[in-house]
């Protein structure tokens, strides 16, 4: 069974950081890409920050220079580093495989709020 646990979101002033993590389990992310998506509310969801199976990153415009997307294949974990964070980011954000067609079943996600 997939389960998709994401964590480390929080209120933060604009210009702070956060870290978030996902941790997976029924699948291996080492073996596939896997992206952070966000939604912010009345909006749909987007994806933010991809890394494929090679380590490769994208990032949606948006946050280019801003957020660096990394994993831990030891443990099953991907992370999110946000900085320079803008009131525009706050959203709820989730991990899933990538590109979302790809998707499995959603985990709670985790919610962010950048305070101007």
């Known amino acids: 069974q997939v389960q998709l646990v994401e964590s480390g979101g929080g209120l933060v002033q604009a210009g702070g950081s956060l870290r978030l993590s996902c941790v997976a389990s029924?699948?291996?992310?080492?073996?596939?890409?896997v992206g952070w998506y966000r939604q912010a509310p009345g909006k749909q969801r987007e994806l933010v920050a991809t890394i494929t199976r090679e380590g490769n990153t994208n990032y949606e415009d948006s946050v280019k220079g801003r957020f660096t997307i990394s994993r831990d294949n030891a443990k099953n974990t991907v992370y999110l580093q946000m900085n320079s964070l803008k009131p525009e980011d706050t959203a709820v954000y989730y991990c899933?495989?990538?590109?979302?067609?790809?998707?499995?079943?959603w985990g709670q996600g985790t919610q962010v709020t950048v305070s101007s």
């Open positions: 899933n495989l990538s590109p979302v067609r790809f998707a499995l079943s």
């Open positions: 029924g699948v291996i992310f080492s073996i596939t890409a």
